[in-house]
């Protein structure tokens, strides 16, 4: 399979834990963007990468989310001390570049308890 | 005022009807547009690109009006397996290398018998 892939599949985690979820975009691909969806809502932009440079975060983005791709390939998301409001499903999508069309991952569902 | 708006629906519609979906947006320097297509619980699908002369894909047709900051979606002879959320995206982009895939809350189509 050569799409957008993205582990684990579902996470439940207790209140004020960390969790850190893990996306591997299509190899050609050089952009790639992390977005957070709730239920009824569209997917809501947290940041992207050209390469490895992180070049934009959402403003609604608080500091405990972080997110690398330290060597332009797969990128990972970070959540610390987790919260309620945190439940969402966290989707990763991959593009070859500016302007062009962008493919998802199947998502990472987190549910914190 | 949103970057992408949509009409949430649901619409819903009878088999082998036409439907179309309008989609706004307020940031005039966004430099492509596309239509995905989710399935419930599921992550989103790229359906089409939106071109500025229009474009047409089988049952589908996809507009975009540059003066009036609006993009359509056409589905003409519905099928059952259209039922879905359709989301309006935009690359919201200005100079250089910054661009950001935003998207609408989606609309809601509900094909019946």
């Known amino acids: 399979d050569t799409g957008v892939s993205q582990d684990p599949r579902h996470k439940i985690t207790k209140r004020g834990q960390n969790v850190t979820f893990r996306c591997d975009p299509i190899?050609?691909?050089?952009?790639l963007y992390w977005y957070r969806q709730t239920l009824g809502q569209g997917p809501e932009f947290l940041t992207y990468?050209?390469?490895?440079?992180?070049?934009?975060k959402s403003r609604l983005l608080s500091d405990r989310f972080s997110a690398e791709r330290p060597k332009g390939s797969f990128s990972t998301l970070e959540i610390q001390r987790t919260e309620q409001g945190d439940s969402a499903m966290y989707l990763c999508?991959?593009?070859?570049?500016?302007?062009?069309?962008?493919?998802f991952g199947q998502g990472t569902r987190l549910t914190v308890v | 005022r949103k970057e992408v708006e949509q009409d949430p629906g649901p619409f819903n519609v009878p088999e082998g009807a036409t439907v179309a979906f309008n989609c706004t947006y307020s940031?005039?320097?966004?430099?492509?547009f596309f239509w995905y297509r989710q399935d419930c619980r599921k992550e989103p699908k790229l359906l089409m690109s939106?071109?500025?002369s229009g474009n047409e894909d089988g049952r589908f047709t996809a507009q975009l009006n540059r003066a009036s900051q609006y993009i359509s979606l056409l589905i003409r002879d519905s099928k059952l397996s259209d039922s879905a959320t359709y989301l309006c995206?935009?690359?919201?982009?200005?100079?250089?290398?910054?661009?950001?895939?935003?998207f609408g809350t989606g609309t809601r189509l509900q094909v019946t018998l």
């Open positions: 990468f050209q390469n490895e440079a992180q070049l934009e």
């Open positions: 939106v071109y500025s």
């Open positions: 995206v935009v690359n919201s982009g200005n100079t250089g290398t910054a661009s950001k895939l935003t």
């Open positions: 190899s050609e691909h050089n952009r």
């Open positions: 999508a991959s593009s070859r570049g500016k302007n062009t069309e962008a493919f």
């Open positions: 940031n005039s320097a966004s430099q492509s």
